[in-house]
């Protein structure tokens, strides 16, 4: 089934330490966003990405589009103040009332083809699907320094994007957080207070999202491997 993906890629990237967005940092031979977008220009179901960025990098992010000859990006549009500002904004310029919309991190260079198909099948069926992998570590709830309690790790899930939903559930969803004044760091916990199933499909431990500095020395080894 065809899709359209927004990807939001207007953050500030703070935790990065980088002096500029993380999304503009060499990996290999390419900026991070680059190689996000490529996964997605190469993918023969996905109609158009629409990339929201922030409007003072919107000259660079024309070069780089020029420059890697990424041809599926029609539009390039604002973001807001929170992720979910900038998602919203992507949101609205996406066509057709029937379609299947992917949300995916610009931030996220790892993500394939093979996942984004088994995700876009599992939607097609649900009306909502996202990928997560088990968790690995026990994870504690902690107030003030000490020890609340420990979470049953089994029923524990890292969720990544992209997140894929029909555009109509999405939009409700995003509409319902608005007038409740929630604010979500991902599209499934939006969708979810609207009660509606949300399936998951087992992504990749190396989908990670780059975040603090570390993760550009992790991301490396990955792309190694991935060259080998
Ligand atoms: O900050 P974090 O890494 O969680 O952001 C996830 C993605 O959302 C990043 O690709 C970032 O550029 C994007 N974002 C955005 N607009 C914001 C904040 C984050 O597009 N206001």
Not at 43 to 68: A, G, Q, T, W
Not at 87 to 92: F, P, R
């Amino acid at each position: 089934m065809e899709y359209t993906v927004i990807i939001p890629a207007a953050g500030s990237g703070k935790r990065m330490n980088a002096g500029k967005n993380k999304q503009f940092i060499m990996l290999g031979d390419k900026p991070v966003i680059i190689h996000t977008l490529s996964v997605f220009e190469q993918d023969p179901h996905c109609n158009e990405i629409i990339l929201v960025i922030n409007e003072m990098e919107r000259e660079y992010f024309k070069e780089l589009l020029c420059s890697f000859k990424i041809q599926k990006v029609k539009q390039l549009i604002p973001g807001g103040a929170e992720r979910q500002d900038s998602v919203y904004n992507g949101l609205m310029k996406v066509e057709g009332a029937n379609s299947l919309v992917l949300v995916h991190d610009g931030a996220r260079p790892f993500i394939t083809i093979e996942k984004i198909q088994e995700l876009v099948k599992k939607a097609s069926e649900t009306s909502a699907a996202i990928l997560a992998v088990p968790v690995k570590d026990t994870i504690k709830k902690v107030n003030n320094g000490l020890v609340e309690e420990t979470v049953e790790r089994s029923s524990l899930w890292a969720v990544q994007t992209p997140q894929a939903f029909h555009v109509q559930l999405l939009r409700q969803a995003y509409e319902h957080a608005f007038q409740t004044n929630f604010l979500g760091t991902d599209e499934a916990s939006l969708v979810e207070r609207l009660h509606k199933p949300i399936a998951v499909v087992s992504g990749d431990y190396e989908n990670i999202k780059l975040t603090t500095p570390e993760d550009i020395v992790y991301g490396e080894s990955i792309l190694n491997n991935q060259q080998k």
